[in-house]
């Protein structure tokens, strides 16, 4: 359509995605005896893959999307991204290259739909000090918000104040947020979180959608392991901040690795239309 | 809450035609509907605004113990214009030119400068009843003004008047405490900030009055009178100085506008989208102290004015601070020239304190905010 809308062809073809290699993180910094949030991760992401990290709680699965997205730092090892030492990218091109869409998400003030889209195109803006901040949105910056709200089924809200949306509604407006980054990776935590399962359906049926439309590399977090083997191509699992098994749904979701990382019984079938593994509760012995 | 999205406003956006890639015209209607503010429509409110706070100001100088009539006005500009009369300038020229509007222009600055501070506080904050007086940053900016009469150390140096720069250190303890409880937070909840702003208040008004009491009788009436919250009418070289304070100040700020409509979205997502958030949030605090210092320094502690305008303009014309923050500053200078004449001529030829009809005005909206509207504050 326009540069800005085209994916750099030249960094998908020669290099993954991601590349993660021996990545450790603690909170607290360099203070010794604090546990390992995350200890010696690696993997590798290739481009257009949709990657699921799933685990038990406080295994540490929003604290490695956090790494990926910058927002934490690395104790040790590296993170790649599309070829680049992601600690080596400033603020602004990371932002280009990569958005994420957060849990926490309170919206205090009327924003528009539209205006928070448009907040999307921050990195792409050349912010003047000759017009005090006045900058208005450029004609590209209209039409990538355009594409993104249509994608995700927003625009007939655009001109709604996001403090009064509905929980689906306003998760969609995030993930318009971050499509009008115009990025080449999307990570998203919990995206489905809090949600019924009408809403459920639509944002996992909007995530391949993108990746389709967009050649987009997802990386989600999820608990929910029936959205992971329906919806990824890969699944990573962690446990307590190890890095277990990483491999299809069908590798994967089978019980002997969810009895070994959530320490319980579950019952493993095939889902009805896709064949993947579908994990439910198991009748309770009582 | 939205009302002012409600009026469409066409305007004549160019360039989204010109592109020959996207799609039709009408795809885009969202742009155009009031979803967002379009620059001509930006350009309107201010436009508006501007043309308002000179009528304002015209008016209310007008108005005083002695009301002036137009042609009072044409005989005073005529004296300014040609000075053929030498010194013997006529009683309209001097109460106009040295009292009145030096003491509208401050009030205009002073209201402004608040305004600002306000929009900027509850965007560091995420919340929309964040204000300098509320949370304490006033009442600190008030204690390093207080301190440097004590001991006779604001006097105006080199053109620019020091007492704005004791109160910027004031205002930046207050406001370094306010960073820290807001920092582990995430962002500043209304019952931590209502409470911090309380505690806050109450520690640093014990050492102003600490102050006020081991002073020279005779100075400290004066010196409660101004930490009311009062205007006076400056000399023209510390209105200059003023000026240059709260000038620079709000053009930190504007220029920063963009900044806080991201801020608004949460630390992490900030970092995200390119923002260096610690860098930007201090220099922000920092603006914010010395604004309010500024403030502070030469009208006292005028409360309200920083959480009632904003919240005004923003239900008027959406929350998009690259218009809210110009919108803001002028509606709050208007308030506090409209306030400061109710003040002057109310129980003439008494006056009152500013501060009063600020927050008599302003503290009612203030419950009425946190009572009936609770589900937007939390």
């Known amino acids: ?57 406080g295994s540490g699965k929003s604290s490695l999307l956090k790494l990926l997205a910058g927002l934490l730092r690395a104790g040790s090892g590296r993170i790649h991204l599309l070829g680049q030492a992601s600690s080596d990218l400033s603020p602004i091109t990371l932002a280009r290259m990569l958005a994420v869409v957060l849990q926490e998400q309170t919206q205090v003030f009327p924003f528009t739909v539209a205006e928070t889209v448009l907040m999307g195109r ?24 355009q594409r993104a709200m249509a994608e995700t089924d927003v625009l007939s809200l655009a001109d709604r104040p996001v403090s009064e949306l509905s929980g689906g509604e306003l998760q969609r407006v995030m993930i318009a947020r971050a499509l ?7 990570l998203l935590d919990e995206p489905t979180a ?57 590798e994967t979701i089978k019980p002997d690795v969810l009895q070994a990382v959530y320490e319980c019984e579950v019952v493993v079938d095939a889902h009805p239309q896709t064949g993947k593994p579908r994990v439910t509760m198991p009748m309770s012995p009582s | 809450m939205s009302n002012g999205h409600a009026t469409p406003l066409i305007s004549a956006t160019g360039p989204t035609d010109a592109r020959g890639s996207s799609g039709p015209a009408a795809e885009l209607a969202w742009s155009r509907s009031g979803a967002i503010l379009t620059k001509r429509r930006r350009h309107l409110v201010l436009f508006g605004l501007v043309a308002a706070s000179i009528v304002v100001t015209v008016l209310c100088s007008s108005f005083g113990a002695a009301a002036l009539s137009g ?36 009030g205009f600055l002073v209201g402004g400068a608040l305004a600002a501070v306000g929009v900027t506080l509850q965007a560091l904050l995420r919340n929309a009843l964040a204000d300098p007086y509320v949370l304490g940053v006033s009442s600190g900016a008030a204690l390093g003004a207080a301190i440097a009469m004590l001991l006779g150390i604001g006097a105006t140096s080199m053109l620019l008047p020091m007492l704005p720069l004791w109160g910027f250190a004031g205002g930046l ?6 960073y820290r409880m807001a920092q582990s937070h995430g962002r500043l909840p209304i019952h931590s900030l209502l409470l911090a702003g309380v505690i806050l208040n109450a520690i640093l008004t014990a050492m102003i009055m600490f102050i006020t009491s081991i002073m020279d009788p005779a100075r400290s009436a004066g010196l409660m009178a101004w930490l009311m919250g009062s205007l006076t009418a400056p000399g023209w070289i510390g209105l ?28 992490d997502t900030a970092r995200s989208l390119g923002i260096d958030t610690d860098r930007t949030k201090k220099r922000l605090y920092a603006v914010t102290a010395l604004l309010t210092g500024a403030v502070v320094s030469v009208s006292g502690m005028i409360g309200f004015v920083g959480m009632v305008i904003p919240h005004a303009v923003r239900m008027a014309i959406g929350s998009d601070h690259r218009v809210l923050m110009p919108a ?21 030829p008494a006056e009152i304190p500013v501060g009063i009809v600020t927050a008599l005005a302003g503290g009612p909206f203030f419950l009425y905010l946190l009572l009936w509207r609770k589900d937007r504050m939390v």
């Open chain 1, 1 to 57: 359509m326009q540069s800005s809308l085209a994916h750099r062809p030249e960094h998908r073809a020669a290099n993954p995605a991601i590349a993660v290699e021996d990545v450790s993180f603690r909170y607290g910094g360099e203070l010794p005896g604090r546990p390992w949030t995350i200890e010696r991760v690696s993997f590798e992401v290739a481009c257009g893959e949709v990657l699921g990290i799933v685990g038990p709680n």
């Open chain 1, 122 to 145: 921050f990195p792409h803006r050349q912010a003047g000090w000759w017009n005090f901040g006045s900058e208005a949105d450029t004609a590209d910056d209209l039409a990538c918000a």
């Open chain 1, 180 to 186: 009008a980054q115009d990025p080449a990776i999307l």
């Open chain 2, 71 to 106: 042609s009072d006005w044409l005989t005073a500009l005529r004296e300014l214009i040609t000075p053929e009369h030498g010194d013997s300038a006529g009683t309209a020229g001097v109460i106009l030119f040295q009292l009145r509007i030096p003491r509208v222009l401050m």
């Open chain 2, 173 to 178: 303890i207050a406001l370094a405490l306010i």
């Open chain 2, 240 to 267: 200059i100085g003023i000026a240059l304070y709260v000038m620079a100040g709000t053009m930190c700020l504007l220029y920063y506008a963009p900044v806080l409509n991201v801020l608004t979205q949460g630390e």
């Open chain 1, 194 to 250: 809090f949600l019924d399962i009408n809403h459920q359906l639509d944002i996992c049926s909007l995530i391949s959608r993108l990746r389709g439309e967009r050649q987009l590399t997802v990386v989600l977090v999820s608990h929910d392991l029936n959205i992971a083997s329906q919806y990824c191509d890969r699944v990573l699992m962690l446990k307590a901040g190890r890095l277990s098994h990483i491999g299809s749904p069908a």
């Open chain 2, 328 to 348: 803001s500053a002028l509606v709050g200078g208007m308030f506090l020239v409209v306030s400061d004449t109710i003040a002057r001529t109310a129980f003439a």
